[in-house]
Each structure stands twice: as structure tokens, then as C-alpha cells.
């Protein structure tokens, strides 16, 4: 039985069968030299036979070089085991390791691994709050190690199919809105609720029935059962303390909706049990503030309490550069809202404030009801306390106005743009647009009409410089794919290209108008993908009879649109879709496929950045209407390695799985 030994995103919880008899024949084929390997990966098979470890071509190698050393590389015939050793081992991996980052560089040079509405498990009006969004990383990896349950207890109800796993997967920078709890349950009985809930679904339905979708194989594969619309929601009620019945704390909800809640105070214990399971990285946590003042003491006092020894101590004097990811290992960095600290004008003044603070707080639960009420007809945000804001440190939170007012050269700030006002600044201001985010912060997050948790796509957002694009995890849809493209095996922080990056601390940084197409060269790829087989490759969800299954792959190459270099308006505004460049395989039948070596070719594909295009690879089932996805590989084209590789595979929801392609990669970039 051979024994998979692939990256860290293939499961080890279970041991792989043996090869397809497909699979094993076109092995034997390399083997016997039917099928010949490439030279450079011929002595790559050598190198590892030989030590047992990975052999990297000589960049100043020629076809010449290989020509001359043709008599010791073209043996008759290559020994069957130490084939299957080389291809069961990371060098038969399609996809290059990560290298090791450097983490010296300011943290504003790094891509960072984000999600949106993290604490929500399905879409973006009805679906249930869970802190178990943040903590499925421990629960799995308790799992992993034989300790089920043992994480937050027997009953936690953790399923990898309804939740984002977010944390499992690497995720740095999660988001929580909060709002006002309350000391007593609201006023709308369940009669209501139960009206007000199927009127968001018949609407949801009709918004998003197949005749409005584009691209059926990028549907909603949510972790979450994808019949929301039949789960059974109740009211939900205030959460209390449990430390003192009589005060009511945070909650964490996506407010004007109806999705459920959760305690603010249960997810900060959710994120400090998983934040450095992963990794021992900084973790962002971006706070969407609703609250009371009042509230947002209670909030400043549960995070000091459960967060004792992680938070970034404030700094003695103001923020003049950032520091690097390196420096703030185990530390939990608070993004939220900037208050300018208060001027002191006399004792007076302060007993008075402090006296009205403490009457507010002591109002009768009518009072507080009924200035709740008219916060939400005014639809504004409460203003941040000081204590709250001196919680951000190196990540303080700024409204946009422009790239040239006075916020956008404070050395610690973060700009939110919506991903409309984004593409906004980039029509207007791209090549400022791309100098900023060298050197400062900036956060992308999907339109608010994405009611279904869609994605937009990432790599757009990334080409410009952004570091923290938020997406809904609750989608495995184009985006949550480019995302593992992105960030897999890493530790959730990506150092960018040497050409997007900024000073380095000490050194003074600025905004001037090098854009992306001046910044870095860009290049012209030929690209072909023989795909020969498959093996145990998963059904779509809700199937059951592979003997029904009818797979074909499709290749997709996302690269760089002219658009996004001119500051011309970008085609689909940023969406998450196919790649701009596609093709498919012939369709065959069963889960261990042969595919006959059908080749996808990709010629002159122009404006290439490796380290920012990426190859798609989608299984899907030809049925008569939808093709339903079953299974997926994204790669960043600098990892994509040449020559006869396997393809380890994702399910629809992005769980690993067992299931493998067998191709052969040809690569040039001119």
C-alpha cells in the first residue's frame, strides 16, 4: 500500500489505498521510458534516489547543458520503486512548498490570510452566529490527534460541514460585529419571527434561483448545509453574564438582519483557545462597533481579562513605523475605530461626565429602549470610547476620505474600502492607490449586497497591494479558491513580491506615483497541461453512486487584466469568476478516471506576474443542465512545478481529500 507523502493540506488522518490501475499504468509507462521524463526532472529523480532529498535545477542550466549529459540521463529504464517513492513524496506535488518567509519586513508588506463576517456559518441574512467559526481549527486538530471533544467539551455540535473553519485554514484576520446586549428578551414573538424569516427566504430564493447564476460550478458549496433554507430558526435572545445576571454584555450579530447571536464574551474565549493553534503569528482583530459607550467599557474589560498577555501594549508615544510580523508573534492586534484621546480641561468636568456616565448606566431598561430605538432609526454607528481606541495600536482604524488627506500618512492607520469604493479609488487614483498600500495597511471587504456570501475575487485586490481582502469563508466559491492558492502551507502571512513591498523600518516611507506596471516586470507565459488520470476523486455533495459520476477537469489561468494597470475600469468590477483564460478535457467515467492524456494549452498569455496569477484546476460532473463541482486545486503559477506531477484535490467545501490527478506540466515565461 503506498503511503502519501504530500503537503500539510492532504489529510493524515486516513491512509491512502493503493494506485488506480489507470494511475499505475502511466507510471509504468515513465518508468519504462514510454512516456520520458524531462531532463530536469529526471535529475531531480536521480538527485532524490540518490539522498533522499530535493534537487533545484542550476538557474544558468541550458538545453545545451542537458543534451551533453543525455548518455547518463537517458538510462534504458527507471526503477518502478524508486519511482513511486520520488512520485509519493513532496517532489511529485505539482505544487512547490512554501518557502520559509522572512518576517523582518513591517507587517504592511505581507498579505494576510482574511476573512469577512467571520462569526456567521451561512449567508448573510438568516444564518446562525457561532463562535464555533473561530475554534474548528482546535476541535479538528483534536481530532487529528485522538482526543475528540476534549477541545471545548463533548457537546460542542462542530461540524466540518457547517462551519467556515476559518482558523483551520490558516486565517489571521477575522472580523466581529458587536452590539448592545439587553437585560431583557425583545418584544417580537416567535409568530413574527417565523413571518419575518420566510419572507427573507422566498426572497433569497427568487434572487438567487439557477437562472440568475453565470457559473454553476462556482455556486454556493458552503461548509453549512446548503438547504439553509429549512433550518429551524428561533428568536434570538439577549445574552447575559455569567458572572453577574444583572448586567447584560456584548453581543456579536450581524445587525439589521436576521441572523442569530452570540456573546461577545464567548467569542473572545473561542479566539484565545484557537488564535495560536495554527500558528504562532499575529492574529488582527478587526471590531465592527455598534455599541453603547457603556457597553463598549464591558467590551474593553472582557478583552483586557481574556486576552491578558496577548494584546499589544500601547505605545509610549505616537506609532512613527510598524513593526514586522516577527516582532509580534502570540499578540492579538485590535483594528478599530480611532478616537483622538480627550483634552483634560478641569476636575469638574470629569466628575461631571463620570456622574452622567453612571446615571446612563443606571436608566431605567425603557430609557435604554427606548434611545436603542432611536440609534436605529438614525442607522449610525455609536463613537469609539478612548479606552476602546487605545485597544489599536499598530492597526487604528481611519475613515477614507482620500489617499492625500492627513490619515493616509499616519504611520498605523487602516482604510476600509468597500469593494465598489475601491474600485472607485483605482479609477481615479490607481497608481497612488498601489504607492499607499507599499508602506500602509488598507482592508478590502465584499459589497453588502453579497446577501449570499459571495466572493469577489482576491487577486484583483492583491495586484494593488491590499493585504487583508476579507472573504466569506461560508462560500467555497472562485475567490475562497484564489484564496488557498495564496496562502496554502503558509503560516496566514505572505510576504509580497520584492516589488510591491515598502521601506523597511527606520527608513522613511511616503506615497508617490509608481504604479504596478512600472513597479515590476511583466511577462508572457505558454502554459500546457497533459492530463492523463485520476484517482479516487470525490463525488459532488449529495452524490452517492460513482458509477453515475461523469468527471471532466477544467484548467482556468487568473492573471492580471490590462484594466488593472491602466486604471481603466475592470471588467465584472473585481467578481469572483472564472479565470480570463479556460479550457476542459474530454469527459470520462467513474471516480479513478483515465483521461488519455488530453493536453490543455494556454500559448502567449501576456502581462504575467508568477507570483501573483494563479492555475485553477475544477473536477466536475457532466450532467444534463449543472455541472456540479467535485473537486478542486488552486496554485500560484511560481509554485507550479514542470513535468509529471500529481494534483492533490479538495472537495466541493474545501475539505482534503484522498483524491489525486496524475499530469505532466510544460512551463515558459518570456
Given amino acids: ?172 484576520c477575522i472580523e466581529i460585529d458587536v452590539w448592545d446586549g439587553d437585560t431583557k428578551a425583545l418584544s417580537d414573538n416567535e409568530e413574527k419571527w417565523e413571518e419575518r424569516k420566510h419572507r427573507f427566504q422566498s426572497h433569497l430564493h427568487r434572487s438567487t434561483s439557477p437562472r440568475h447564476s453565470k457559473e454553476s460550478s462556482d455556486k454556493d458549496h458552503s461548509p453549512a448545509n446548503t438547504s439553509t433554507t429549512g433550518q429551524s430558526l428561533s428568536l434570538p435572545t439577549p445574552w447575559k453574564s455569567a458572572s453577574t445576571i444583572a448586567r447584560a454584555e456584548p453581543r456579536v450579530l450581524h445587525g439589521y438582519t436576521l441572523t442569530k447571536e452570540v456573546s461577545f464574551r464567548d467569542v473572545c474565549m473561542a479566539v484565545r483557545e484557537a488564535a495560536f493553534v495554527h500558528s504562532d503569528l499575529p492574529i488582527i482583530v478587526s471590531l465592527e462597533v455598534h455599541a453603547g459607550k457603556d457597553q463598549q467599557e464591558i467590551m474593553v474589560e472582557i478583552m483586557k481579562q481574556i486576552w491578558k498577555g496577548f494584546l499589544v501594549k500601547p505605545a509610549s508615544g505616537e506609532c512613527e513605523t510598524l513593526p514586522s510580523p516577527g516582532e509580534l508573534r502570540k499578540k492579538i492586534l485590535i483594528k478599530v475605530k480611532y478616537a483622538a484621546p480627550e483634552k483634560v480641561t478641569s476636575r469638574a468636568t470629569t466628575t461631571k461626565g463620570r456622574m452622567q456616565r453612571k446615571k446612563s448606566a443606571s436608566s431605567s431598561s425603557s430609557d435604554s429602549d427606548n434611545q436603542r430605538s432611536e440609534d436605529v432609526k438614525k442607522n449610525k454607528k455609536s463613537s469609539i470610547i478612548e479606552p476602546l481606541s487605545a485597544l489599536g495600536v499598530y492597526t487604528r482604524s481611519y475613515h477614507f476620505k482620500d489617499l492625500s488627506s492627513p490619515e493616509a500618512s499616519v504611520p498605523c492607520h487602516v482604510f476600509s474600502l468597500s469593494e465598489k469604493k475601491f474600485q472607485a479609488v483605482h479609477e481615479s487614483h490607481g497608481p497612488t492607490l498601489f504607492s499607499h498600500n507599499r508602506n500602509y495597511l488598507m482592508r478590502a471587504f465584499p459589497s453588502g449586497t453579497r446577501v449570499t456570501s459571495s466572493n469577489l475575487d482576491p487577486s484583483v485586490f492583491w495586484r494593488k497591494g491590499v493585504q487583508i481582502v476579507a472573504l466569506n469563508w461560508q462560500k467555497y466559491d472562485a475567490g475562497i479558491m484564489l484564496n488557498e492558492g495564496m496562502f496554502a502551507d503558509s503560516a496566514g502571512w505572505v510576504l509580497k513580491p520584492k516589488e510591491y513591498r515598502g521601506q523597511r523600518q527606520g527608513q522613511k516611507t511616503g506615497v508617490s506615483d509608481e504604479s504596478q506596471a512600472d513597479a515590476i516586470a511583466h511577462k508572457t507565459l505558454s502554459l500546457s497541461i497533459e492530463i492523463l488520470a485520476g484517482q479516487n476523486l470525490p463525488l459532488p455533495i449529495g452524490d452517492h453512486k460513482p458509477f453515475g459520476f461523469s468527471p471532466y477537469v477544467k484548467c482556468e489561468v487568473h492573471v492580471e487584466k490590462p484594466e488593472e494597470r491602466t486604471g481603466a475600469a475592470i471588467e465584472g468590477g473585481g467578481r469572483s469568476k472564472d479565470g480570463e483564460y479556460k479550457q476542459k478535457s474530454k469527459t470520462s467515467r467513474g471516480v479513478n478516471p483515465d483521461f488519455g492524456g488530453e493536453t490543455v494549452t494556454f500559448s502567449n498569455v501576456p502581462g504575467v506576474v508568477e507570483e501573483m496569477s494563479f492555475v485553477r484546476f475544477k473536477v466536475q460532473d457532466d450532467e444534463i443542465g449543472t455541472d456540479d463541482l467535485a473537486a478542486w486545486a488552486c496554485i500560484r503559477l511560481d509554485r507550479l512545478r514542470a513535468g509529471f506531477r500529481f494534483v492533490p484535490l479538495l472537495n466541493a467545501v474545501g475539505d482534503a481529500s484522498q483524491g489525486l490527478l496524475l499530469v505532466k506540466i510544460e512551463k515558459s515565461l518570456a
Fill in 1 to 172: 500500500m503506498v503511503s502519501y507523502n504530500l503537503p500539510d493540506r492532504t489529510s493524515t488522518s486516513a491512509t491512502p489505498p493503493p494506485f488506480s490501475p489507470h494511475v499505475f499504468a502511466y507510471l509504468e509507462a515513465i518508468a519504462s521510458r514510454t512516456l520520458p521524463l524531462p531532463p530536469e526532472q529526471l535529475q531531480e529523480l536521480r538527485a532524490y534516489t540518490s539522498t533522499g532529498q530535493s534537487y533545484v535545477m542550476p538557474e544558468a542550466s541550458s538545453t545545451a547543458s542537458h543534451s551533453s549529459n543525455s548518455d547518463t540521463l537517458q538510462s534504458p529504464s527507471i526503477d518502478i520503486k524508486d519511482l513511486l517513492s520520488y512520485m509519493t513524496s513532496p517532489q511529485g506535488n505539482a505544487a512547490i512548498s512554501l518557502a520559509a518567509q522572512d518576517l523582518s519586513y513591517p507587517i504592511s508588506n505581507y498579505f494576510i490570510n482574511s476573512s469577512h463576517n467571520t462569526y456567521l456559518t451561512g449567508n448573510q441574512l438568516y444564518s446562525e452566529s457561532s463562535t464555533d467559526a473561530y475554534k474548528t481549527v482546535r476541535t479538528i486538530l483534536h481530532q487529528e490527534e485522538g482526543r475528540l471533544g476534549a477541545a471545548f467539551g463533548a457537546n460542542t455540535g462542530i461540524d466540518l460541514c457547517h462551519f467556515s473553519q476559518v482558523l483551520l485554514r490558516g486565517c489571521r
